[in-house]
């Protein structure tokens, strides 16, 4: 039994903000700072009212329509997220409610940049075991409405946006060449949970903490590089094949130059890697998705081909996703 993923979907909120946008809105920053450390170009900022419950809904609705799959033939439903909607209920439960599925097993999953990794992981666990079969995978952020706008060394990084994947059983003996997910490792170091935070959390009904997310920049950097090379090999090998075998990677998008370096630890080329982080900037969980749907729906990523999918995030987790598209 495999798990293959039958049909993606994204949805970036509102009309994208330009880096001069920012500029304009007072952030002490400048096009050419953030392009050129970062490569980012755009982002798009949620609404005010909107909840990532919205944002999610949308993906989903497209991810369901490209599978050919109904709302209420889902049997678990999970969503990536560090910016629920509330505290309680899981924004999973509250998705599940917008798209009319009763019954299925229902959760949200914090790993924050990690968390689409880790929630594709356990979804693959469940579909290899036989107790579930077409799964709804999700990763929704408003992460804007805890970035410190003051704060230009964050604010200009980051986005909006949801990703969302249909994952479903399939027979090996049916999947000659589109078997499905193929090896997954998740690791996290809870010892660097400083170096990215938002600690702060609402208590006797008042905020305690810092309620906005605070970042060493460059310990993030060389983290995130260091791992995102070591878990592709790692993935690969489980799967018993190299880096340079896989047609694309599509690694957490966050920032282009801790893309290059990765790539140039694995030995690849630009040419095979999935970048859209200059359009949305860093969207967190959602960023693997959101990519993966792009590079489906304009036709590069085709069915037979091999796919890393890697992020990493707060925690601070980390991992990769091999699969036969
Ligand atoms: O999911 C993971 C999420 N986190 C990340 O991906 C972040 C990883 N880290 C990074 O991407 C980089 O560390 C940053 C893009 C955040 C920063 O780049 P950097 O090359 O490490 O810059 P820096 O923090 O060393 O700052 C260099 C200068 C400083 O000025 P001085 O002290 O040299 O005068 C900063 O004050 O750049 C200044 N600076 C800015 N200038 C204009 C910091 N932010 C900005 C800004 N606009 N937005």
């Given amino acids: 039994m495999y798990a293959r993923i039958t049909g993606t979907g994204s949805y970036l909120p509102g009309l994208p903000v330009s880096n001069d946008d920012l500029v304009r ?3 002490d920053t400048s096009d050419e700072w ?3 450390r970062t490569g980012i170009r755009a982002r798009h900022l949620v609404e005010p009212g ?13 991810a369901l329509e490209a599978a050919g799959c109904k709302a209420s033939e889902l049997d678990l439903i999970i969503v990536a997220t560090t910016t629920p909607d509330f505290i309680l209920p899981s924004t999973a439960c509250l998705l599940q409610a917008r798209i009319g599925n009763v019954g299925a097993m229902t959760f949200d999953v914090q790993a924050v940049c990690g968390g689409f990794m880790y929630a594709l992981s356990i979804v693959e666990k469940f579909i290899r075991s036989g107790s579930h079969k077409k799964a709804l995978v999700v990763g929704a952020e408003v992460i804007s409405r805890i970035l410190d706008w003051q704060d230009r060394g964050t604010c200009v990084l980051f986005g909006d946006g949801a990703g969302a994947v249909v994952v479903e059983a399939s027979e090996a ?6 078997p499905g997910i193929l090896s997954t490792v998740m690791r996290a170091d809870g010892s660097h949970h400083g170096i990215l935070s938002v600690a702060g959390q609402i208590c006797g009904g008042q905020i305690v903490g810092d309620p906005f997310l605070r970042m060493d920049g460059q310990a993030v950097f060389k983290f995130a590089v260091r791992v995102l090379s ?3 090999h790692e993935c690969c090998d489980s799967a018993g094949i190299s880096p340079s075998g896989i047609d694309w990677l599509i690694p957490h998008q966050a920032n282009i130059r801790i893309i290059e370096s990765t790539v140039r630890k694995l030995n690849l080329s630009m040419d095979k890697v999935v970048v859209t982080v200059d359009r949305h900037g860093n969207t967190s969980a959602a960023s693997i998705p959101l990519a993966l749907d792009v590079a489906v729906r304009d036709g590069r990523i085709r069915r ?3 796919i890393l999918l890697e992020g990493v995030g707060a925690g601070v987790t980390w991992g990769a996703v091999l699969l036969q598209f």
Wanted: proline residues 0%.
């Fill in 25 to 27: 809105r007072g952030v």
């Fill in 34 to 36: 953030i392009i050129t």
């Fill in 50 to 62: 909107r909840m990532t419950s919205d944002l999610a809904f949308e993906a989903s609705c497209r």
């Fill in 173 to 178: 003996y049916e999947a000659y060449d589109t």
């Fill in 230 to 232: 070591e878990v592709a």
């Fill in 304 to 306: 037979g081909q091999k």
